[in-house]
């Protein structure tokens, strides 16, 4: 049942780590023993485009599609996607977004204007946490951390035992990038508790 | 990304639906596979690829010849498998329909990978249609675990009643991990090659048996479905019956715990007495499917009851929970609506060498008849220079139509725009047409040396093979010229002016051309150096012309482009040589902003 699932929904553009991201929470979820799944899109919409992946883990779980409104976290690597995807939160659900602006093409060309993207989630009633991503990366001296540094923000709450955050990075991240990448965890950790 | 299928863990591994399946072929013995890439079925062969060296794994030209090198390593006695997107299907439809007469002799495992609510496609076409049609079993996973498990299944039904059996997955299938348990490979050994001509050639003789086995066949499959394992009855209230398969069967499971399901995953032939018994336990019965009513109809006209479907269904689009909800009247979870933002559609890449030719035809007020591939984003603005796509390779045949129906002056403002994968997928022969009609148009071959819309897979004109393996490269311009063209030209699409006064050139002539545009994918190109763009901005009168390339990596602010250091592809100075005042220039000692 809903209630028993837990449901993230992880953000962004192309290129931001975001396939990384959702492997590495939804293995942290199979390690520490939960019926896990998790959805994504491949192909054209890569180009550049608005990229998403969806993660669902409980005692047994079916869809592998998160429900408009049933999302209880939300993960963006770019403040308009968060807004872009907010509908899928639920009333009590709660979003992380990267306090970073990639302009869309309509923006980039002067047609449309870059939405104001925290009036907007507050008037939504959605409640959000901004991170420095990148910020806490140039600090930790490697722009390819952002990522994770959210991933790190996102495991607060979301109960799993770090043994299964540490593990799950372990088979996923090369060999050489992985202290970095414990750090950048470690700090996002810091930054959402 | 490449992912580590080693992760260790309690035993299990998350697997995407595509993964599921190589690991189910490579556990179960499969020797030979054969593939042309195609969204959402791609990783299927990739996955065999990078992770199982036993099987003897390679890209085809296309997915025709794919499924009949497969069919004749079945033949020789090998387990074996392909996979192809939906429309994949289409173009190995011909063996594919005459191999279910043939048979099967190692087993034949035919993936067709759906693709509802067109996340990377041109139609919704459900491919369900195809397995009845071909009279071939049909299994449909509905979620990784099921893939890898009934691609074992698929093998020995294929083996059993000598048969190649489609196993159908949706994107969502394909495109969603699980939780996988792994066994270890299962050594089969290859039967090998026994001739038997009354088997394998369907002349009208042979193929009347043929036939009488494949009806007698299909029989046996229905009731070999009555006890399918997979076929399973979900007891819960008793006054709605759904039935569901593939991903909707998990949504069906997961909003309606309590209802009384019938999960079908072998949806072709029927199994004809389970439905009987389902049917009989409930009051009222529902059908869940996305796409066309293929359960729905076949159920209704067998068992003359009113099971509703597409009445509370749509035809259309990819289901969701959401749908499913609707569909079965159960109430909608509260939710905002979407807020409206500004589109982030997909880009040709920073760097891309189609930039370079689009905006050349855009500039003499030309387009393109085009096709499948990244370059079909040439259609989007600001380049707007594509007018048509029907599918793999018919930019050419359409070219060589538009002037059947308007004489030259109705194409010497196009131009073929087609792919180097696409072109060896099926353009050849469509330049073959047109030489031999008497057409006039030019092809423009935009080779990037990948084929790289599905992630950078190599074909017949790289030189390389599934697994990096140097080849014989297929040489386009004496492909060309073999097929009769007489000029034959190639030009660096970043070379504006240079392709510019070839086109204009080739356009003119009064017989067929081809102009090969050849630069790599920046996806599978490590340029030297971090150099970007920078602007002079006492030069710029902002004019916006380099708006005119639609980089990704060009916005424009008070007035003047800015140049995002981070996505400006090095060995790209489209930006500079497009400005007419000179205000960009390529800086080559420039560092990236990005500290590796």
């Given at each position: 049942m809903q209630s028993e699932t837990t449901s993230i929904l992880i953000c962004g553009t192309g290129g931001q780590g975001i396939l990384l991201a959702s492997e590495i929470i939804s293995t942290a979820a199979m390690l520490s023993g939960m019926d896990v799944r998790k959805s994504e899109i491949h192909g054209m919409a890569q180009r550049g485009g608005s990229v998403v992946s969806q993660v669902r883990f409980g005692k047994t779980v079916h869809s592998p599609m998160i429900e408009d409104g049933a999302a209880d976290l939300l993960v963006s690597m770019e403040k308009l996607e968060a807004l872009r995807w907010s509908h899928f939160l639920s009333p009590a659900g709660r979003a992380l977004v990267c306090d970073l602006e990639i302009a869309p093409p309509s923006v980039s060309t002067g047609q449309a204007q870059y939405p104001d993207v925290l009036g907007e989630l507050s008037a939504r009633g959605v409640s959000f946490r901004l991170i420095d991503g990148f910020g806490e990366a140039r600090t930790l001296g490697n722009l390819r951390v952002v990522n994770t540094i959210m991933v790190g923000a996102a495991s607060v709450g979301l109960d799993l035992p770090d043994a299964s955050w540490r593990d799950a990075m372990r088979g996923l991240i090369p060999e050489k990038a992985l202290e970095v990448n414990f750090k950048a965890f470690d700090r996002g950790r810091e930054l959402a508790g | 990304m490449k992912k580590p299928l080693?992760?260790?863990t309690d035993g299990r591994v998350l697997l995407s639906g595509n993964e599921a399946i190589a690991r189910g072929a490579w556990e179960n013995g499969v020797h030979f596979a054969a593939a042309y890439p195609g969204t959402p079925s791609t990783e299927i062969l990739e996955t065999i690829g990078e992770h199982y060296p036993e099987i003897e794994a390679q890209w085809a030209p296309n997915e025709k010849v794919a499924l009949e090198v497969i069919g004749g390593a079945s033949f020789g006695g090998a387990r074996v498998i392909t996979a192809m997107k939906h429309v994949g299907l289409n173009v190995a439809a011909d063996p594919f329909f005459s191999l279910s007469y043939i048979g099967a002799t190692g087993g034949i495992v035919v993936v067709s990978a759906d693709d509802p609510g067109m996340h990377s496609s041109q139609n919704e076409q459900d491919n369900r249609h195809f397995a009845r049609a071909a009279k071939v079993p049909m299994l449909e996973p509905s979620d990784s675990a099921e893939a890898r498990d009934l691609t074992a299944l698929a093998l020995d039904i294929s083996e059993k009643f000598e048969t190649p059996v489609l196993l159908r997955t949706t994107t969502r299938i394909s495109h969603s991990s699980g939780p996988v348990a792994l066994a270890p490979r299962k050594e089969v050994p290859v039967k090998g090659y026994v001739r038997d001509p009354r088997r394998r050639i369907p002349i009208p003789a042979f193929a009347k048996a043929m036939h009488t086995r494949v009806e007698e066949r299909t029989r046996a499959l229905s009731e070999y479905g009555d006890t399918f394992p997979f076929n399973r009855i979900y007891e819960g209230d008793r006054s709605l019956g759904i039935i569901a398969s593939g991903v909707s069967a998990a949504y069906v499971r997961e909003v309606y715990p309590g209802a009384t399901i019938l999960k079908l995953t072998m949806t072709w032939p029927l199994p004809w007495k389970l439905l009987e018994r389902f049917i009989s336990m409930v009051k009222e019965v529902r059908v869940v499917e996305e796409g066309d009513p293929f359960l729905e109809e076949q159920i209704r006209s067998h068992?003359?009851?009113?099971?509703?479907g597409k009445k509370h269904f749509p035809l259309e689009g990819e289901f969701n929970l959401r749908t499913v909800r609707k569909g079965l009247g159960l109430p909608a979870l509260p939710a905002a609506a979407p807020a409206e933002v500004p589109p982030r559609p997909p880009m040709l890449c920073a760097g891309c060498p189609h930039r370079g030719a689009f905006w050349v035809l855009s500039k003499i007020k030309a387009s393109s008849t085009g096709d499948i591939g990244c370059y079909t984003l040439g259609l989007m603005p600001p380049l707007n220079a594509m007018d048509t796509t029907i599918c793999m390779g018919a930019s050419i045949g359409v070219l060589g139509g538009l002037e059947k129906a308007g004489g030259h002056e109705a194409v010497n403002r196009l131009v073929a725009a087609i792919g180097d994968s696409t072109f060896v997928h099926s353009g050849i022969t469509g330049l073959v047409d047109m030489v031999y009609n008497g057409c006039t148009g030019t092809v423009m071959i935009m080779d990037n040396s990948i084929t790289a819309m599905t992630g950078g897979q190599q074909n017949p004109a790289t030189g390389k093979r599934l697994r990096g393996e140097p080849s014989a490269r297929l040489d386009l311009e004496a492909v060309c010229r073999a097929c009769g063209v007489k000029s034959v030209r190639v030009v660096d699409p970043h070379d504006l002016k240079g392709l510019e006064s070839i086109l204009r050139e080739e356009m003119a002539r009064p017989e067929v051309s081809v102009v090969i545009t050849r630069r790599p994918c920046v996806m599978i190109r490590k340029p030297a150096g971090k150099a970007t763009a920078v602007l002079d901005p006492a030069a710029c009168i902002g004019c916006r012309r380099c708006l005119s390339l639609g980089c990704p990596a060009i916005s424009f602010r008070d007035g003047k482009p800015v140049i995002n250091t981070l996505l400006c592809y090095p060995d790209c100075r489209l930006c500079a040589d497009v400005c007419p005042k000179g205000a960009l220039s390529k800086d080559y000692r420039r560092e990236a902003v990005d500290a590796e």
């Open positions: - | 080693n992760t260790r068992f003359l009851i009113p099971a509703e």
